[in-house]
């Protein structure tokens, strides 16, 4: 029998084993409502996907909570039609009293009575975004405003190493990717299932689906997807109107009724229906790089 054998090595990187991440308190878990993350790399579409979401959410009668987890607190503009000031900023002010704030100071209500917060984040290269998360939730909590809240949707930033990547895993039941037909979008969901299947062997998170975004095409979304074992539960197409809509700091249904944009809304609808009724929890298995780029890189 060999060394390895007999003492097989322990190894690490499960669950953010090695790094220090910041976990959340039981008595900060959200109940009674349906709690969605929404993830995918930079500039994909997160906040777009997120606030058109929430907006239908809302349309279904469903009272409806986002949560934005970027420092630049864009999450709910469109929502709103500004950019509001972030829980942390507000903390500082009070100096970290939290018992000083009122829920108008942080919650502003956006399109349709959507109640939007911007968690905000620390200064560039200090602290962990994962206690700014658990800061805003543990804040709602104390205010009760989860208790009249049907849907929860966290925005989450795209860095897949950051504890603020992995703090709204501890609060959600389904976790949703925001992805593109093309290499490095799928190549970032791939980091992102193997970041969420890793927090699901300690939390309830599961995997709901993807949600192609900007794309004309789904071919290599969908031939990824089968090849894992995962699922494209929505397809929103690259039109001009959803990048108006932005500018205008609008979410779709507060648009005119052209007809790209009456099709992207109830595309929306159906999305926020389906998780509404409950998607199975799936469990892909991610692939290691060089698959990837057997699968969809060229010759």
């Given at each position: 029998m060999s060394p390895l054998d007999r003492n097989p090595p322990v190894l690490r990187g499960q669950d953010g084993e090695g790094s220090v991440q910041v976990h959340q308190d039981a008595d900060a878990q959200i109940t009674g409502a349906k709690v969605f993350s929404v993830y995918g790399k930079g500039g994909i579409g997160k906040s777009t996907t997120s606030s058109n979401l929430s907006a239908a959410?809302?349309?279904?009668?469903?009272?409806?909570?986002?949560?934005?987890?970027?420092?630049?607190?864009?999450?709910t503009f469109t929502?709103?039609?500004?950019?509001?000031?972030?829980?942390?900023?507000?903390?500082?002010?009070?100096d970290f009293h939290p018992e000083e704030l009122r829920p108008e100071d942080f919650v502003t209500e956006g399109y349709n009575g959507v109640k939007c917060v911007e968690a905000g984040g620390p200064p560039?290269?200090?602290?962990?975004?994962?206690?700014?998360v658990g800061q805003t939730v543990k804040l709602l909590k104390q205010h009760h405003l989860l208790e009249e809240t049907d849907v929860v949707i966290f925005d989450v930033l795209g860095d897949v190493v950051c504890g603020g990547f992995a703090a709204p895993?501890?609060?959600?039941?389904?976790?949703?990717?925001?992805?593109?037909?093309?290499?490095?979008?799928?190549?970032?969901?791939?980091?992102?299932?193997?970041?969420?299947q890793a927090k699901s062997k300690n939390y309830?998170?599961?995997?709901?689906?993807?949600?192609?975004?900007?794309?004309?095409?789904?071919n290599e979304v969908d031939r990824y997807c089968d090849t894992?074992?995962?699922?494209?539960?929505?397809?929103?197409?690259?039109?001009?109107?959803?990048?108006?809509?932005?500018?205008?700091?609008?979410?779709?249904?507060?648009?005119d009724d052209e007809e790209d944009i009456?099709?992207?809304?109830?595309?929306?609808?159906?999305?926020?229906?389906?998780?509404?009724?409950?998607?199975?929890g799936l469990a892909p298995a991610p692939m290691e790089d060089r698959d990837i780029f057997e699968l969809l890189g060229f010759d």
């Open positions: 959410f809302s349309n279904l009668g469903k009272r409806v909570l986002q949560i934005g987890c970027d420092p630049k607190h864009d999450s929502l709103t039609g500004h950019l509001q000031p972030t829980v942390i900023d507000i903390l500082k002010e009070v560039a290269g200090t602290g962990c975004g994962g206690y700014v895993l501890q609060h959600a039941d389904r976790a949703l990717i925001v992805t593109a037909n093309d290499f490095d979008s799928i190549y970032a969901m791939n980091r992102i299932i193997a970041a969420v309830k998170v599961r995997l709901a689906g993807c949600v192609a975004n900007r794309s004309r095409e789904t894992v074992g995962f699922n494209r539960i929505a397809h929103m197409p690259d039109v001009d109107a959803i990048r108006r809509s932005r500018l205008k700091k609008k979410t779709l249904f507060e648009m009456v099709r992207c809304r109830a595309e929306y609808i159906r999305l926020a229906e389906t998780l509404w009724n409950g998607t199975e």
